[in-house]
């Protein structure tokens, strides 16, 4: 699975949109991108993911580059439930495993 | 409220000491795996089941680790002669077909 690379951590004010980006410049033809968030004492929760068109649904959205080597998810209107840290990965289709790296811590300040 | 649900959600234990874990998904998972989490650190990968065939296990499951799910539903994490750097969250995760994987909120294991 390629690697990703995140920043370690990002501020945001209440009310605005957060924009994280992922850098996944090895990503294969066929390996998606998740997205997953970390709360504190919780388990990884499921936000998003995309192959190559941009996706959206009731949490999030994910911007995709047109050459798959990076994308971005954004949270429209950050709120403070949003601080976490947020997981970008790539992975196939046809494999079963996740590969996590250190992740974005995102601090949502009032 | 994913449907994954794992026991204890702590456990201290003093080294040398066996412990087990268990993870309950929904009936819907036919796929299950393991995970590892340390302080400060993404979750990383121990085991993975296919139903109850267990198809991949990482080098981090030493022969102290054994997983299991018989008829491929609950799965059990069992830990044998605990040492110090066994201390960790084990996350569960369940998964069907291609969707997510979804995960519980784990088990923080201290080892005293």
């Known amino acids: 699975d390629a690697k990703t690379t995140q920043p370690p951590s990002m501020d945001c004010a209440e009310g605005r949109a957060a924009n994280l980006p992922c850098n996944h410049s090895?990503?294969?033809?066929?390996?998606?991108v998740y997205w997953y968030r970390q709360i504190h004492s919780q388990g990884p929760q499921y936000i998003i993911h995309?192959?190559?068109n941009n996706e959206t649904n009731e949490m999030a959205s994910l911007i995709i580059t047109e050459d798959r080597k990076s994308s971005t998810l954004i949270l429209p209107h950050a709120t403070l439930r949003d601080t976490a840290v947020y997981y970008c990965?790539?992975?196939?289709?046809?494999?079963?495993?996740?590969?996590f790296g250190s992740g974005t811590k995102l601090n949502v300040k009032p | 409220d994913t449907g994954v649900s794992q026991d204890p959600r702590h456990k201290i234990t003093k080294r040398g000491q066996n412990v087990t874990f268990r993870c309950d998904p929904i009936?819907?998972?036919?796929?299950l795996y393991w995970y590892r989490q340390t302080l400060g650190q993404g979750p990383e990968f121990l085991t993975y089941?296919?139903?109850?065939?267990?198809?991949?296990k990482s080098r981090l499951l030493s022969d102290r680790f054994s997983a299991e799910r018989p008829k491929g539903s609950f799965s059990t994490l069992e830990i044998q002669r605990t040492e110090q750097g066994d201390s960790a969250m084990y996350l569960c995760?369940?998964?069907?077909?291609?969707?997510?994987?979804?995960f519980g909120d784990g088990t923080r294991l201290s080892i005293l």
């Open positions: 990965i790539v992975r196939a289709y046809n494999f079963n495993k996740f590969y």
């Open positions: 090895t990503i294969s033809g066929n390996e998606y």
């Open positions: 995309g192959l190559k």
């Open positions: 009936s819907e998972h036919n796929r």
């Open positions: 089941f296919q139903n109850e065939a267990q198809l991949e």
């Open positions: 995760a369940g998964g069907q077909g291609t969707q997510p994987q979804h």
